[in-house]
């Protein structure tokens, strides 16, 4: 009779899915506030006042935040994406004034934005 030697691990994974096995993602623990929106100068770039903290043990960099709005008047959705090129030391709160992004009139829609990824440093 063959026998299937099976790992605890490996049992384990199987009867819990991938996300058992899986460490945590370095955004999960990224906390993003905005304190200030300015509207655009040029080319509908407005810039914004954020503060980000990292709750990681290491650095991280390459941070998107993803944002998502809704028009009011007619129900259409607009999403924008904005990489921030930056690194963000471990246990750390940082606040980055006149972060561009591609502006949207606040009277007119309603929305938010959150941390999307950033990469472990």
């Known amino acids: 009779m063959n026998r299937l030697t099976v790992s605890t691990f490996a049992a384990l994974?199987?009867?819990?899915?991938?996300s058992c096995a899986s460490a945590a993602e370095p955004m999960d623990n990224v906390k993003m506030s905005i304190e200030r929106w300015r509207e655009p100068g040029s080319n509908n770039i407005g810039t914004a006042d954020m503060i980000l903290t990292n709750e990681n043990a290491f650095a991280v960099s390459g941070i998107k935040v993803k944002c998502h709005y809704v028009v009011k008047?007619?129900?259409?959705?607009?999403e924008t994406t904005q990489t921030l090129p930056m690194t963000l030391k471990p246990k750390t709160t940082k606040k980055f004034?006149?972060?561009?992004?591609?502006?949207?009139?606040?009277?007119?829609?309603e929305g938010s934005c959150k941390i999307a990824s950033a990469a472990k440093k």
Not at 13 to 18: T, V
């Open 73 to 78: 008047e007619t129900g259409r959705t607009i």
């Open 13 to 18: 994974s199987a009867i819990a899915g991938p």
């Open 97 to 109: 004034r006149k972060v561009r992004f591609a502006y949207i009139d606040v009277d007119a829609a």
